[in-house]
């Protein structure tokens, strides 16, 4: 099972990393990554990592975070800068085991077995 942490009220143009760990210590999945869901809308894809490295990113992200994982920890974790308020929502990570060749696998929803909990993050104008 996957843990999120670190959301939080900040205010636009701040930072804030997310973190995400899988319990018991256990390894993190081959592929991971963030999902986000404002209130009132769909989840939508954040951000996904590949073991090897490889990123992913929505474009309304793109050039503001940064998905990174570390494998020795067995965490992962999710680098906001320049928040807008449109960036509000519960922050959710997500895990799958396989190993995508298609770029747009990384971008679904379905793609992913394992969720955490959820983390809120809130910009303020």
Request: charged share 20%; glycine share 10%; net charge positive.
């Amino acid at each position: 099972q996957l843990q999120a942490s670190g959301g939080g009220l900040v205010q636009a143009g701040e930072s804030l990393r997310l973190s995400c760990a899988a319990s018991g210590r256990a390894p993190l999945p081959n592929t991971m990554a963030w999902f986000r869901q404002a209130p009132g809308k769909e989840r939508e894809f954040v951000a996904a990592i590949a073991r090897s490295g490889g990123e992913y990113y929505a474009g309304s992200v793109q050039g503001r975070f940064i998905i990174s994982r570390d494998n020795w920890k067995n965490a992962l974790y999710l680098q906001m800068d320049s928040l807008k308020p449109e960036d509000t929502a519960v922050y959710f990570c997500a895990g799958s085991e396989r190993i995508y060749t298609r770029r747009t696998s990384y971008y679904r929803s379905d793609s992913y077995v394992s969720w955490g909990q959820g983390t809120l993050v809130t910009v303020s104008s």
